[in-house]
């Protein structure tokens, strides 16, 4: 399944939502810039306070996933600018976008793979 994730449709069909709401899209910005910065400061927290090998799997973990939000926050400072983001989503069949990425989203969970993904996906547009 992580095969068929793009990272920056996961930004966008997540910005967009399922009715386009202009709110939606500083929402969903607001969410990965603070998945970015409230979950990269959990981690290293965890990471750097004195623990056990449970706490410190914990702090790697959340500071993978806090990274996984770098890319769909770059991603989304470039749709939330006017116009973007309705170019990124014509022609796309919104709802099934939807349903894809709905489940799609739960790769968020894997440390740093939304990173390789998005590096691997910047590269091939290169």
């Known amino acids: 399944m992580a095969r068929g994730l793009d990272v920056r449709r996961l930004a966008a069909i997540d910005m967009w939502g399922s009715a386009g709401a202009r709110w939606r899209r500083w929402v969903i910005l607001a969410e990965f810039l603070l998945g970015v910065l409230g979950g990269g400061a959990l981690g290293l927290g965890l990471l750097s306070s004195v623990g056990g090998a449970g706490r410190t799997a914990v702090g790697l973990w959340l500071t993978g996933v806090a990274a996984n939000y770098v890319p769909l926050s770059a991603h989304a400072l470039t749709l ?9 989503i014509e ?3 919104v709802p099934a976008e939807l349903r ?21 996906q910047w590269r091939r547009r290169r």
Do not use: F, K, S
């Open 100 to 120: 894809h990425y709905t489940t799609a989203q739960l790769w968020v969970a894997v440390p740093l793979l939304l990173v390789a993904l998005a590096a691997a």
């Open 80 to 88: 939330v600018r006017p116009g973007a983001l309705d170019a990124e």
């Open 91 to 93: 022609g796309v069949d």
